[in-house]
DNA sequence: CCAGTAACTTACCACGCGGTAAGAATCTTG
DNA sequence: CAAGATTCTTACCGCGTGGTAAGTTACTGG
């Protein structure tokens, strides 16, 4: 809603490497987590010194938020909404553990991210605490629309299955990459929702 | 096999302050992850100067390898072995979950290394492999000996049940330290475990 | 073509890090 | 009680960190 002015050609430069270090940050924090990345490291990858990254974003906790704030956005481009969509809603978590597999570095950052927000002092707890209550609600919601479609097997609760698929696609992505998980993680997924749906999923 | 000694009073003493030591930077690496915690804050912790740490551990990373092998440790004193149990060994995990509910730290500290070491280049990297293989063949040999025994519903395979009970397990730690947790852990898991079990646990 | 601004770089700062060297204190044993 | 080892402290080292200040380059609009 801010950038409502067209945009000149310095705006759109300046644009361009903003992302470019935006890009440079999200490899660097999936490969060493946010406090052993050093502003140096993702400088030179994205080809400059860290004060040229400290002039776009003006402390390394804004460079994280962005980053987690892109995902976010590119995230949403994906995927809209799909709270509402009962069990195709249940598919398209199976499809985004596909998706994941081809995204390491994505994958490695949220894996690290996640576990290193736990603690209440670490600049993304916020965020990861309202994102897993925003997941949380979307896919009780999911399982909930699809039990009253009649689409859950008896005894499956939205309640518990929510947290429940979530958990597992967390803990599949943490053996994922460290390279001991002996399926595909959309398999693992899959199977677990096909033991909860009437009609098994393709 | 190398204390064979009666163990006189000095020798006692060094192993009280290196428990010690190790108890503080269990909670510091819990806290705050391997990369982030300094051996100063650990010092603290356990009442004396960082090179008196030094003295015990000659490095930051062998004093990593203590914490670990410790709780490795306490672990089997807690569960051994327990593989060839089959159903009796799923129970088993069902209740690690709740006694997991009561140590925060010690959860706090595997979600966030386990996260953590990911990374090829980190210390704990080869560690955190052997024991997602150990964990993981235990786990399998549990549901397939439960298997054998008529235990398990039909469609449950060993290979798939076992990385998604283990990927629950950590996926909900997660959850749970950060707050978002509706339900117990162990509720969570049992209520897992019983979509698979013939005969449901209590 | 010139003024001004956006986009950087070089140089620096104070600080905390893991690790080392050397000495002080404490304790055990002959 | 003296000899000797164990345990810990004080002081230091080089290095990398996030962040700042000031100057340089490059481009754009008037």
Redesign the interface.
């Known amino acids: 809603m801010s950038d409502s002015a067209p945009l000149d050609g310095r705006q759109q430069r300046g644009r361009d490497t903003r992302a470019l270090i935006v890009d440079a940050a999200m490899a660097q924090f999936a ?3 946010y ?2 990345s050093s502003l140096r490291d993702i400088a030179a990858r994205a080809g400059m010194t860290h004060p040229g990254v400290l002039y776009h974003f003006p402390t390394k906790e804004a460079l994280l938020m962005a980053v987690l704030q892109r995902r976010d956005d590119e995230g949403k481009k994906r995927h809209p909404v799909l709270g509402h969509l009962g069990r195709e809603a249940l598919a398209g978590m199976a499809r985004a553990a596909a998706h994941n597999e081809t995204q390491g570095a994505m994958v ?1 950052l949220y ?2 991210l ?6 209440r002092d670490h600049p993304a707890h916020d965020y ?2 309202a994102r ?2 925003s997941l ?1 609600a979307t896919v009780t919601e999911a399982y909930t629309v699809a039990r009253d479609a009649g689409g859950l097997r008896d ?1 499956v ?1 939205p ?2 299955a929510a ?2 698929l ?7 992505q ?2 994922w ?7 595909s993680m959309a ?2 997924v899959a ?2 929702l096909n ?2 749906l009437v009609e098994p999923l393709p």
């Open positions: 490969e060493s987590g406090r052993a490695e894996a690290v996640s576990a290193e927000a736990t603690g990861f605490v897993y209550e949380l005894g609760e309640d518990v947290p429940q979530i958990a597992l696609m967390d803990g599949l943490v053996q990459l460290m390279g001991t998980l002996p399926r398999r693992i199977d677990h033991t909860q």
